[in-house]
């Protein structure tokens, strides 16, 4: 039996409890069930399944559906017939001798003679010869499967190996948290000769080019990618940036994932944040007419700036010039839309009533 931990919090909020067949427990008596367990397997399946999975197209999810299905099958009387498996796994002996290429039972002769009431018969035979004549074995075979119950149907066992945590930890990455601390964990490992871990970098900068002037890029706890675009008076610290990523002047990057492609504009601070790939936070905007650098770049900074802190930007979205945000999550058409509208909403009517007063 599987299912997934939102169906099991669901069972528990409407009944209260967890109910267990009898069958389970008449079968299995000393069973144990785990709440912790995860989804992170290889499964090796037999041939047969490919047609269990066929048969019942419902099927949605290898590990609750199949597998569930499969395990409660093993000791659930009758589940088996009902999902097909009789079919599967103890064709009928036609569809077999067919599939082995032998003949086709229907192909027997039939001895006419020994049916007909009108043939010649020794006088040492006897009448039970002609009342009970020797039929074909198509006749018996299908006379005696109607008269016999079905066999009980054995549905093979299922044999999973679990790995001891106490030998070597196992780390599931499913969410942003998980994937930034991993990243950063793995960032500060030194590089592949000097460490001893698979997972050491050959390089913590991969890209051969110098860094540009004023640059400051943390080399013990960090990793720059290659082809990677850095921009003058950057910092980098604890952080991990993705091939292609462009990083603008004057940027500030602490405890930061950016992912490939990934482009952080001019004078923008990220702290704690994750990046997809290809999305952009726009940075401070060139004054009309001078170049974003000296004191025309710190009074265009104290008009507006972007500074971003656990924060998740996803693939593709491109964030304005100007946002400030603490633990939010900009989606493409989510968050960051309905947070801005909201904003220009707001500063309208605050307007609209200031002019009536």
Not at 47 to 58: A, C, G, P
Not at 133 to 160: D, E, G, Y
Request: hydrophobic share 35%; glycine share 8%.
């Amino acid at each position: 039996m599987a299912m997934s931990v939102d169906t099991l919090n669901d069972t528990l909020e409407d009944e209260k409890s967890l109910s267990v067949r009898s069958s389970l427990l008449t079968k299995h008596g000393r069973v144990k069930m785990r709440t912790n367990l995860r989804d992170a397997h290889v499964y090796l399946f037999p041939f047969w399944v490919k047609d269990f999975m066929k048969h019942n197209e419902t099927f949605d999810s290898i590990s609750e559906d199949v597998l569930g299905w499969w395990a409660k099958a093993t000791w659930q009387d009758g589940l088996g017939d009902k999902l097909g498996l009789r079919e599967i796994l103890d064709p009928p002996q036609s569809s077999r001798s067919n599939a082995n290429g032998n003949a086709n039972p229907l192909n027997d002769e039939i001895s006419i003679a020994a049916l007909s009431t009108t043939s010649h018969l020794n006088p040492s035979q006897s009448h039970n010869s002609i009342t009970s004549p020797h039929l074909a074995s198509r006749v018996h075979h299908s006379s005696s499967t109607n008269l016999q119950p079905p066999s009980k149907l054995t549905i093979p066992p299922i044999l999973a190996y679990i790995h001891p945590l106490a030998s070597v930890p196992i780390t599931r990455i499913d969410t942003t948290p998980a994937l930034l601390t991993t990243t950063l964990r793995l960032a500060k490992l030194p590089p592949s000769p000097e460490s001893s871990s698979p997972f050491a970098h050959p390089a913590k900068i991969a890209s051969p080019d110098p860094l540009p002037p004023q640059a400051r890029v943390s080399a013990e706890d960090t990793l720059i990618d290659a082809a990677v675009t850095l921009g003058s008076r950057t910092s980098i610290k604890e952080s991990a940036v993705g091939a292609r990523c462009v990083v603008g002047a004057g940027a500030r990057l602490l405890r930061c994932l950016l992912m490939e492609g990934a482009v952080v504009g001019d004078a923008v601070q990220m702290t704690g944040c994750v990046v997809g790939r290809g999305a952009r936070v726009e940075g401070m905007p060139a004054a009309p007419g001078a170049a974003a650098a000296g004191g025309d770049a710190a009074a265009r900074t104290r008009r507006g700036r972007t500074v971003l802190w656990d924060c998740e930007v996803g693939h593709g979205v491109v964030l304005p010039w100007g946002t400030e945000a603490r633990g939010e999550k900009f989606v493409a058409g989510g968050v960051l839309d309905e947070a801005f509208a909201g904003e220009g909403d707001d500063e309208d009517e605050d307007e609209g009533s200031e002019d009536e007063e």
